[in-house]
């Protein structure tokens, strides 16, 4: 069983525009929900994460949203420029576990 | 500071011959984690070191596959003997405790390329 799933697989966008990625998870156990970016042939990098104890995290351009009652969470990328076009993956993990799951991860392409 | 180093980055290698990949964490850095990840997916968990102990090694296939971690630095991932569906990218990443609200610092992976 997925324990988290991502969308949408791909996403495009043009500069200057908001890019929207969305993941949902079942276990209302998982209490850390970080965000990974990672370019063609490099290691996954953390972007930002939060804890559910806030709905909304925000660094730079980029923000978490939160929704514990619908567990699902969300990355928006504001003003998004080409050097964003990467894949990102959601991933999701409890206290006790130290054990990332990450998503399936989008892959997405800003036009210039 | 130096970052997460794999060796190599690259391997292609027929079916059953056997394959080893090798990680340094970053200095200082007590958790060592080997991921595997195949194209179009994220990284999943394949084990999970503390100094020298391997604490979770649960998703590790362990007929084939093995792992040490000497002297709690660095580590090395193993597969013998290596199948078709072993293709994929090997990513060691590390952190400074064992904890999940310490961020994990991935290295550049191993391509491992089975033919």
């Known amino acids: 069983q997925q324990q988290v799933k991502q969308s949408p697989q791909s996403l495009i966008v043009q500069k200057g525009g908001i890019s929207i990625i969305n993941c949902a998870y079942e276990?209302?156990?998982?209490?850390?929900f970080p965000w990974y970016q990672q370019f063609p042939g490099k290691g996954p990098a953390l972007l930002i994460a939060?804890?559910?104890?806030?709905s909304e995290k925000k660094e730079g351009r980029f923000t978490i949203s939160f929704n514990k009652s619908a567990k699902q969470f969300s990355l928006h990328i504001m003003d998004s420029q080409p050097g964003d076009s990467a894949t990102y993956f959601c991933a999701v993990d409890t206290g006790t576990a130290s054990k990332l799951t990450f998503g399936t991860g989008t892959r997405l392409q800003v036009t210039l | 500071e130096a970052g997460v180093v794999q060796s190599p980055r690259y391997k292609i290698i027929e079916k059953k011959q056997p394959v080893a990949f090798w990680c340094n964490p970053i200095s200082g850095h007590n958790t060592l984690y080997w991921y595997l990840q195949n194209l179009g997916q994220g990284p999943e968990l394949l084990i999970r070191y503390e100094n020298e102990e391997a604490v979770d090694d649960s998703q590790l296939p362990k007929d084939r596959f093995s792992a040490e971690r000497l002297k709690g630095v660095d580590s090395t991932l193993k597969i013998q003997p290596a199948e078709l569906g072993d293709s994929a990218v090997y990513l060691c990443?590390?952190?400074?405790?064992?904890?999940?609200?310490?961020?994990?610092?991935f290295g550049p992976g191993t391509r491992l390329t089975v033919l």
């Open positions: 990443a590390s952190s400074l405790v064992s904890s999940p609200y310490n961020e994990q610092f």
């Open positions: 276990n209302t156990a998982f209490d850390y």
């Open positions: 939060i804890r559910p104890d806030v």
